[in-house]
C-alpha cells in the first residue's frame, strides 16, 4: 500500500480553479481574474491605514502604474502593464511590509521573482523587466508609498521623506485612486485598467502609407 505523500501543499487553489504551484509557477496556471480578485483583498500597509476599507494592493497598482505614465508619458502600454503587475505576486503571497521582508531575507524575493516571472510570461511580457523600466516603477513605487503613507498610513511628511524620498513630480487628479474602496470597486478598477492596456497593446500600428 503507497504511503500518503507527506510533501507540504505548495500551491495556491484559486477561484477560477488554477492551482499556482509557489516552487514551480506556470504561466498557464494564471488567470488576471484570480489576480484582480486576490489584490483587491490584499490590505496594504498591514491595514493600518485611514478610511472604512483597506488600501487595497490592487488599487496601489493603479496608482503606480498612473505615476509610471506621468514620469514618462511616452512609455508603451506594455511597459505600463508590467508596472500595474509590478505587484501581482501578492495575489498568491500577500503583501508583508518591507521591514519583515527584510528579516526574512532572500527566500521571499526568490519566491516573489519566479511567480512575477510566470505573470510577466502569461501576458506576453518579458520573464524580468528591462533596467530602465525597473527603476521607473522603483521610482513610482516609492512615489506611490509617499502618497499612501501621509494621506493614509499617519506618516509626517518629514517621517516619508526620511523612508521614501519626497516624489519629484506633481501628481493630479490622483484623489479617487488614494481614496480606499470597496473591495468589489478596486477588483473592477483594476480589470479596467488591464483591459485597457491590453486592447492598447494588440491595436494595429498607425498607417504610414500616404493616400
Known amino acids: 500500500m503507497a504511503k500518503p505523500d507527506k510533501r507540504p501543499r505548495a500551491f495556491q487553489r484559486m477561484l477560477s ?6 516552487l514551480d509557477p506556470s504561466p498557464l496556471d494564471v488567470e488576471i481574474e484570480d489576480i484582480a480578485h486576490g489584490l483587491a483583498r490584499v490590505a496594504r500597509w498591514n491595514g493600518q491605514t ?3 476599507h483597506i488600501f487595497s494592493v490592487a488599487q496601489h497598482s493603479v496608482l503606480v502604474e498612473r505615476i509610471v505614465g506621468a ?3 511616452g512609455v508603451p502600454a506594455r511597459w505600463r502593464l508590467a508596472a500595474l503587475l509590478h505587484d501581482a ?4 503571497i500577500g503583501d508583508m511590509i518591507s521591514p519583515f521582508k527584510a528579516v526574512i531575507g532572500d527566500a521571499y524575493k526568490s519566491v516573489e521573482a519566479r ?3 510566470a505573470i510577466h510570461m502569461r501576458f506576453a511580457l518579458p520573464a524580468q523587466a528591462p533596467a530602465a523600466l525597473a527603476r521607473i516603477v522603483k521610482q513610482a513605487d516609492q512615489a506611490a508609498a509617499f502618497i499612501e503613507a501621509t494621506r493614509l498610513a499617519g506618516f509626517k511628511i518629514a517621517e516619508a521623506e526620511q523612508f521614501f524620498g519626497k516624489p519629484r513630480i506633481a501628481m493630479r487628479n490622483i ?3 488614494v481614496a480606499p474602496m470597496d473591495s468589489a470597486h478596486a477588483e473592477d478598477l483594476f480589470l479596467e485598467r488591464f483591459q485597457e492596456l491590453e486592447a492598447e497593446m494588440n491595436a494595429p500600428a498607425p498607417s504610414t ?3
Open 17 to 22: 480553479g488554477r492551482r499556482l504551484d509557489l
Open 50 to 52: 485611514q478610511g472604512p
Open 71 to 73: 514620469i514618462d508619458p
Open 89 to 92: 505576486p501578492e495575489y498568491v
Open 115 to 117: 511567480i512575477l516571472a
Open 175 to 177: 484623489e479617487a485612486l
Open 209 to 211: 502609407s500616404s493616400a
